[in-house]
């Protein structure tokens, strides 16, 4: 599932469609660590990738694009381009893992478990977990103080991606 999402992050046009597959992609991801037995690297890239960090993409495209389902249509000389680095990069990503001597670090057979790091987070680090938060809540407020301003700048009460209706509506008149 992660795999085919992955694929139609790159190479669907509408950016809508984009961010959906991009959010399976982050889920298989985070269901990926939960089946390697790593709950607290699941939560994170659920909470965090697939949750935070997808909301601020689709924000943003709505805050800032005419329409928000715009399609992205590249010209081939930039296609070429970027399939021709791509495909550098993974020869040399694929020379480096070959070349590479891999060596397993020793277990010690301890398990660390999840309500050990909760205790550690709401115990010693509890002052930098709580600032953390409260920049993150001054972040979103100033985002949304920002968006809500951009709206009340407009004059027209239309969005731009609306139909023109008045001139039909003289049409029919």
């Not at 809508?16 to 660590?33: I, M």
């Not at 709950?39 to 935070?52: D, K, M, P, W």
């Not at 891999?102 to 709401?122: C, M, R, S, W």
């Amino acid at each position: 599932m992660s795999a085919l999402s992955a694929i139609g992050v790159v190479i669907s046009k509408n950016i809508v469609r984009t961010a959906v597959c991009l959010l399976f992609t982050l889920l298989g991801v985070g269901g990926l660590y939960f089946l390697l037995n790593a709950e607290f690297l699941a939560a994170v890239q659920l909470v965090v990738y697939a949750g935070g960090t997808l909301i601020l993409i689709v924000f943003g495209v709505m805050l800032t694009s005419k329409s928000p389902f715009s399609r992205f249509e590249p010209k081939v000389a930039e296609v070429v381009i970027a399939l021709s680095i791509n495909l550098i990069l993974l020869f040399a990503l694929v020379l480096g893992i070959k070349r590479a001597t891999f060596k397993i670090a020793p277990v010690d057979g301890t398990y660390y478990p999840i309500e050990k790091l909760g205790q550690a987070l709401l115990g010693d680090y509890l002052i930098p977990f709580e600032l953390a938060s409260v920049l993150l809540l001054a972040v979103m407020i100033g985002a949304a103080y920002l968006a809500k301003g951009r709206r009340r700048e407009s004059t027209d009460p239309t969005p731009a991606h609306a139909p023109n209706l008045s001139r039909r509506a003289k049409e029919w008149s």
